[in-house]
């Protein structure tokens, strides 16, 4: 069955630089999102995207947040200048449609942790 | 703005027995969608059953089945015959079925034990 898959399971980070998350969704869905998820607390949306525009953004996606799908099948998730606070799991998921009826696809996610 | 609340933080079942997981919404849509997505200790984000607003009839994936009242704003979660692989963390979830490329809304989760 085809997965989405995220790279890397793990990533450390120095306070004040810029990661980039990177997510592979499957082939044929056309939405693409990315959650996070603090140790210990819910599942939060951040951001979803289609047709290579942003289409809804949570408040916790500033300026500090970016993404991009620079060539057709990697969605990339770009933090610039990390905070403390920024340390939490990252998922990428997509889906076929848009209306509520698919189901989301999630990766395996992504640990940030910023020191 | 849509809000889903989990009550139960931590519950725990014996193996073979049966246990519901609670969870509440908040909605002015009429039309949307609910699901409950299991995390294990990977922080794999698995969907275990989904239910559509509109049907009335509750949705069933073998071991697991939902009570859906949506007078109440109520889907909670039944999982009979536990086994010791349905240890952990549970999410209640909304979608509006009106906006394209909707978001997910979580809640708190449930952590369920499984004790042999």
């Known amino acids: 069955e085809p997965e989405v898959t995220q790279t890397p399971s793990h990533q450390v980070t120095q306070m004040g630089q810029e990661v980039i998350l990177r997510c592979v969704p499957i082939?044929?869905?056309?939405?693409f999102y990315w959650y996070r998820q603090i140790l210990g607390q819910k599942v939060e949306f951040l951001v979803s995207f289609y047709n290579n525009e942003i289409s809804e953004k949570s408040e916790i996606f500033d300026d500090q947040f970016s993404v991009e799908r620079p060539d057709g099948s990697n969605f990339t998730l770009k933090i610039r200048s990390t905070k403390l606070e920024d340390s939490a799991m990252y998922f990428c998921a997509s889906g076929t449609g848009g209306l509520g009826h698919s189901p989301l696809h999630f990766g395996n996610g992504t640990r940030l942790t910023v020191t | 703005a849509q809000t889903v609340t989990q009550s139960q933080p931590e519950m725990s079942v014996q193996e073979a027995e049966t246990v519901t997981l609670s969870c509440t919404y908040d909605?002015?849509?009429?039309?949307?969608?609910l699901f409950w997505y299991k995390q294990p200790p990977s922080r794999q984000m698995i969907l275990v059953i989904r239910?559509?607003?509109?049907?009335?009839q509750n949705a069933t994936e073998n071991r697991f089945s939902v009570n859906f009242q949506k007078a109440a704003k109520s889907f909670s979660l039944k999982i009979s015959d536990s086994q010791l692989g349905d240890a952990a963390m549970y999410f209640c979830a909304y979608r509006s079925a009106y906006t394209s490329g909707s978001r997910l809304t979580f809640g708190e989760g449930t952590q369920l034990t499984v004790n042999p």
């Open positions: 909605t002015s849509e009429s039309d949307y969608y």
């Open positions: 082939s044929n869905h056309l939405y």
């Open positions: 239910q559509e607003a509109y049907k009335q």
